[in-house]
């Protein structure tokens, strides 16, 4: 009979804690359904945006093979603009501003570089969007907007890069010794055995001796 009572001021505790707090607990596994839910849905929209932006960038790819820059330039705007949340949208980007620029399109290609910078998700990706429109922005003689894109932060690795065009920079506008500087610090930057160290030497040995 004790057995009997104790179970049942159990029964009547458990009634009571449920009483009190069992919304909560209704509210809180229905959250994690919808959100376990939502989760696989909101997986498989990226599944289909990826496959999609993954055949669009195939045929990019197959044009860019043809070096035909008009249909380039749909295909590549279809994917940036339909899946711009994909990496396919930031190196089809990086594609079309590099046509366009070889075609005489400057303006275009500044833009796209610009679009890598504002939304790639790779800090790799926009430091080598960042390290071209200064180089395209060099071609144009805009010293000062080149020179912002240069002063930005980036990653390290990309430091010899950065600082051999800041050499080109300040070598075209005959600033000789801070040109030397900026080639030296490139290759301070790399390795030995670096291809790209001989190419910054030559460069560097072309400013001649500073007085």
Do not use: C
């Not at 009572?5 to 909560?24: R, T, V």
């Not at 303006?107 to 504002?118: D, L, T």
């Not at 005959?174 to 390795?191: M, S, V």
Request: proline fraction near 1%; hydrophobic fraction near 45%.
């Amino acid at each position: 009979m004790a057995l009997d009572l104790e179970e049942q001021e159990q029964i009547d505790a458990l009634k009571a804690w449920w009483k009190e707090h069992g919304n909560k607990v209704m509210i809180g596994l229905t959250v994690f359904v919808l959100a376990i839910v939502g989760f696989r849905v909101w997986s498989g929209y990226q599944a289909k945006q990826t496959s999609a932006a993954v055949v669009l960038f195939d045929v990019l790819r197959q044009e860019l093979a043809t070096n035909d820059v008009k249909k380039m330039r749909d295909t590549g705007g279809q994917l940036i603009d339909k899946y711009p949340r994909t990496i396919y949208a930031t190196d089809a980007a990086m594609i079309l501003a590099k046509a366009n620029f070889e075609s005489g399109d400057a303006k275009s290609a500044k833009a796209q570089y610009q679009w890598v910078i504002e939304h790639a998700k790779q800090s790799q990706s926009k430091d080598l969007a960042r390290l071209r429109l200064a180089a395209v922005l060099l071609d144009e003689k805009n010293f000062t907007a080149a020179r912002q894109q240069l002063d930005g932060a980036h990653d390290a690795a990309f430091d010899p890069l950065f600082n051999d065009l800041k050499g080109d920079m300040y070598s075209q506008q005959g600033q000789a010794r801070e040109a030397r500087a900026a080639y030296q610090a490139a290759i301070d930057k790399l390795t030995q055995d670096s291809p790209f160290k001989r190419f910054v030497q030559l460069k560097l040995d072309a400013l001649g001796e500073l007085g």
